[in-house]
């Protein structure tokens, strides 16, 4: 019986921590997508700290390609500047983009209604329809690669 508590203990920590983990990386990635129309950092410097906020979302074992994370930070810059910016919307979209590269294992349903409400969110801050797509694409590319071929639906061929 005591095993059983301590076990039922560790888990609840554990889920506290992650849940604590999760938190931190979208305030992490809201700090740095609102940091993109920031006029005292370059355009380098900005998307140096995008990526470094993207890259520490996955967790170690199902971790995207630099280049996935390079192409997907560069699409968030050129999305995001010269845009009116508001921190609850850009909230969001740091929400979905954790959801998307921490989706190990999430059911393709709920997947891919992470990469729609980051559409749909980063479309109310005034971003083109190509654009919105184009940033789609690069999100679900960095989380396909994430998810694995395992968790990719099968194909009714």
Known sequence: ?????????????????????EARMRDDLTTALMAINSPDQDARAKTDRLIAS????????????????????????????GRSL????????????VVALRGAGMGAADYKDAITRFEKALS???????????????????GDEVRGPQDLPVSQD
């Open 124 to 142: 109310g801050l005034g971003a083109p329809s190509v654009g919105v797509r184009s940033a789609g694409e690069k999100l679900r590319a960095a």
């Open 54 to 81: 993207l890259s520490a979302v996955p967790e170690a074992a199902h971790r995207p390609s630099r280049a996935a994370v390079v192409r997907l930070a560069r699409e968030m810059v050129l999305r995001l500047s």
């Open 1 to 21: 019986m005591r095993r059983s508590a301590f076990c039922a203990i560790l888990f609840a920590v554990g889920l506290a921590a992650q849940a604590g983990d």
């Open 86 to 97: 508001s921190r609850p919307r850009v909230a969001q979209i740091a929400a979905d983009i």
